[in-house]
């Protein structure tokens, strides 16, 4: 609870308008795309300007008040949930891309931007924007570096981190610190925008990027493979990657997935399919032609029957279907809980294998569908929380799921960050001298401990 005078405070800093704390006015920030227990907070602000941001980070040091960061509140491991109450800060009032530089291939944009909107910004210059998370037209730049978000285009251009070349942040005292710059090349000093990324809200409020933007590919090419079996369709797919291609994409989804957007929305995705792998290859036409070619011929050993998109219209399609993998299989039941466990590409038949026991072995329903080009797959658990018997059994499956993922040599997350749901996990993949590190660093930069308390058990 605050003090009356600290709100009024909060109100000279940002004027009325942009700060709230009615009890109806704040429960919309108290919970996340994740399953957790919502918790309100006490105040929302939403800052406006640079010195805005820098001025309400003083007032929380200076009275001890929790301080989360948020953008569209799209992460899905409770990231943005306001555990001990305290300010939630917007960062939507920071919607500016402030410069595009065709010439040096770099754009500077505030944290509340709009993923898509900057990468449609880039298509608009002739010029591509790689990471696409599937939440890209809600979700925020700033989001995305704190989560190093990834997306359907990982595997051959790599993810948010491979594009921040710069970060303006305010640390927990409220001062402004500046990290790399528009060259390629930097070595000044640490690597600040490197230290920001994944950081999820715990080092710094983040309100500027550089981002790196590249040219767009020439030309590509769609296909669909339909499988019986899907354990034959993760096979091609480590396949490919060992036979050294690389295409733009390689999503999977399994028959469960493929069931549920079918009864969502009109889609050419066939109903009997066992599994399906999405692939789009892109670049120069020859290569294009030529890997097209090689793919054509490892699916088929495979027993995978090709489909290839005819045109733009059919391939938008496909890709629109695909991005309502997860709100297609939201419908299905109350409760719906999102994993990533990620393992090396050669593994996803085994780290498939491993989830399709684990459903079977807790009687648990799972949907399973993915970046699989990358080894990250999202077994989708679909429950109901207030059954507290199933619920028993769905923390059974996501322990197990962890389990086999490292066991395979894998990682809990591999693009939805550790927040609050996998907290307890961390160590069991890092160790506990690595988190020990992680809690030095985080509390020597916020030694009052002010930002995103709780997350990561930092
Ligand atoms: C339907 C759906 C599909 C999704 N698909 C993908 C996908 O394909 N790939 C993927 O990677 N993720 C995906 N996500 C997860 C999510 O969209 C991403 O993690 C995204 O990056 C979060 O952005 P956001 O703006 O919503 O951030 P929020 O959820 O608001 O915040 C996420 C974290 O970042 C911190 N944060 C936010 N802004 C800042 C800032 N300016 N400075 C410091 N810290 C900050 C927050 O405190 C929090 O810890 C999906 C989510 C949904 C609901």
């Not at 939201?330 to 399709?356: C, H, N």
Request: net charge neutral; aromatic share 6%; hydrophobic share 40%.
């Amino acid at each position: 609870m605050l003090k009356k005078n600290t709100i009024r405070e909060f109100r000279e800093i940002l004027g009325s308008n942009n700060c709230w704390n009615r009890p109806e006015d704040v429960i919309c920030y108290s919970y996340d795309a994740a399953y957790e227990e919502p918790v309100s907070p006490d105040i929302v602000v939403k800052p406006g300007n640079y010195n805005q941001v820098s001025k309400i980070i003083g007032l929380c040091a200076e009275e001890n008040i929790p301080l989360v960061i948020r953008g569209a509140g799209t992460n899905l491991s409770g990231g943005t949930v306001p555990l001990s109450g305290g300010c939630v800060l917007l960062t939507t009032g920071l919607n500016r891309i402030l410069e595009f530089n065709k010439e040096d291939l770099y754009a500077v944009v505030q944290a509340g931007v709009i993923t898509a909107e900057l990468a449609l910004e880039a298509e608009k210059n002739g010029l591509f924007y790689p990471p696409d998370p599937a939440s890209m037209k809600v979700s925020t730049i700033g989001g995305n570096v704190a989560e190093n978000a990834g997306g359907l285009r990982g595997l051959k251009y790599g993810v948010t981190k491979d594009y921040l070349m710069g970060v303006r942040f305010y640390d927990a005292e409220g001062n402004l610190i500046i990290g790399g710059g528009k060259t390629v090349k930097h070595a000044t000093g640490f690597n600040l925008p490197g230290l920001m990324i994944s950081s999820e809200g715990l080092l710094g409020v983040m309100v500027e990027f550089i981002l790196r933007v590249i040219p767009k590919p020439e030309y590509s090419k769609s296909l669909m493979v339909v499988y019986n079996d899907i354990i034959r369709a993760c096979e091609t797919v480590s396949e490919i990657i060992a036979s050294r291609i690389f295409p733009a994409t390689i999503e999977i989804l399994d028959n469960f997935t493929i069931k549920a957007v079918r009864e969502a929305i009109k889609t050419e995705f066939p109903a009997g399919a066992d599994a399906l792998l999405l692939i789009e290859i892109d670049g120069h036409p020859e290569v294009v032609n030529k890997d097209f070619d090689r793919i054509l011929k490892i699916c088929n050993s495979f027993n995978g029957t090709v489909r290839v998109a005819n045109n733009k219209d059919e391939r938008d399609k496909v890709w629109e279907a695909r991005r309502m993998a997860l709100s297609s299989l939201s419908r299905l039941r109350p409760t719906v809980i999102l994993e990533d466990a990620t393992v090396p590409r050669s593994k996803v038949p085994a780290m498939m294998k491993a989830i399709q026991e684990i459903s079977k072995k807790h009687d648990i329903t799972i949907g399973t569908f993915g970046h699989a080009g990358d080894g990250n797959l999202h077994p989708t658990i679909l429950t109901d929380k207030r059954d507290r018997d199933e619920m028993k059994r769905v923390k059974m499956s996501i322990d197990e799921i962890f389990h086999a993922a490292l066991k395979l040599d894998g990682t809990l997350t591999g693009e939805h960050g550790i927040g609050f749901l996998k907290a307890g996990y961390l160590e069991g993949e890092l160790g506990a001298g690595t988190v020990n590190f992680m809690k030095k660093l985080k509390h020597g930069i916020d030694s009052k401990n002010i930002l995103n308390p709780h997350k990561m058990n930092l």
